[in-house]
Every structure is written in structure tokens, then in C-alpha cells.
């Protein structure tokens, strides 16, 4: 009976720890995957490596500014949710007219600009700057317009963060 309760051990154990490294090298091949979808969506958008200038003054589109910004002010009340993000996909193709693989593209995008200005505070100001180069005072209305539908499709409001944050862009870009 003792053999019969070490073998049952070393048999659990040994399971146990495969099914652990199992689970790594799922969790690697996802970074992985995630780190190339990164890198396709850049190289697809038209950024390139250039040094001393930062990726948000190397956006061209205004639209891609649009959905940057419009994320920095989600990302500011947290981490959002996959409703809350299903419903940002959805307007970026709506509203911007991407397609369903441009605006998941865009997501993957809008996250990597975020991240390069060290967060969602800093990328608001920098990208609201951007966009007012771009697209002017107009530049402002798409992104309160998908900020406010995205909320409305999961129910919810903007926290007052998110307001304040909105407060802000209207000032940089001399919206009225």
C-alpha cells in the first residue's frame, strides 16, 4: 500500500508539473503572438524606427490619432473592460470606417502609443497636441462622439476622471 501511495504521488506530481509548463509555453506563444501583431500593426501603419522623434509625432492619419486618444481616456479609469473594449472596436469601425482587422490593428496601435508616453496622462496631452496639428478643433468631436457611444453600449457613463480628462483635451484643442 506505501509503493501504491508513492507511485500515486510522484504520478500527481509529475502531472502537475507538466501541466505547468504546459500552461508557460501557452503563455510564451501568446506574448509572442501578441508582441507580432504589435509590430505588423506599426510597420502597416507607416511608423518607423527614427531617432529622436516619438511615435505619436510620427502619425499621419488623423484617424489613428483619433483612436489613440480615445483609448488613453478609456485606460484612464483603469483597466477596461472586454464589453467596454468590444464596443471601442465596434465605433472605430463605425465612426472612423476601419474595418473589423484595421481597428483591432488600431487597438493594438493605440496601446503601444499609450505605453511609449509612459502612460495614459501623458499620451492624452501628447496625442490631443498631435491631433489639433492634424485635424484642428474638429479633431475633438469624434473623439467625445466614440468615447460617450462606447459607454452607452455597455450602459455606463465616463468616470470623472474621464470627464476631466475630456475637460482637457477641449482645451488643448480650443474646441468650443
Not at 11 to 32: E, Q
Not at 71 to 99: C, H, M
Not at 142 to 156: C, F, K, M, R, W
Request: aromatic share 6%.
Amino acid at each position: 500500500m506505501p509503493i501504491l501511495l508513492a507511485v500515486l504521488g510522484v504520478a500527481v506530481t509529475a502531472f502537475f508539473y507538466m501541466s505547468r509548463a504546459r500552461n508557460a509555453a501557452n503563455a510564451a506563444s501568446d506574448l509572442i503572438g501578441m508582441a507580432d501583431d504589435l509590430r505588423l500593426a506599426v510597420r502597416r501603419f507607416g511608423f518607423t524606427r527614427k531617432s529622436g522623434t516619438h511615435p505619436v509625432e510620427q502619425i499621419e492619419d488623423a484617424r489613428i490619432a483619433v483612436a489613440a486618444l480615445v483609448k488613453a481616456v478609456i485606460d484612464e479609469a483603469g483597466y477596461p473592460t472586454s464589453e467596454l473594449i468590444l464596443q471601442y472596436v465596434i465605433r472605430l469601425q463605425k465612426d472612423l470606417d476601419f474595418n473589423l482587422t484595421d481597428a483591432e490593428e488600431i487597438k493594438t496601435l493605440a496601446d503601444w502609443l499609450i505605453a511609449s508616453c509612459n502612460g495614459s496622462s501623458p499620451a492624452i496631452t501628447r496625442l490631443a497636441r498631435k491631433l489639433y496639428k492634424l485635424a484642428g478643433s474638429d479633431g475633438y468631436g469624434p473623439v467625445e462622439g466614440i468615447l460617450h457611444s462606447a459607454y452607452a453600449g455597455i450602459g455606463q457613463k465616463p468616470n470623472a476622471k474621464q470627464l476631466d480628462s475630456l475637460a482637457e483635451i477641449r482645451r488643448l484643442m480650443r474646441a468650443k
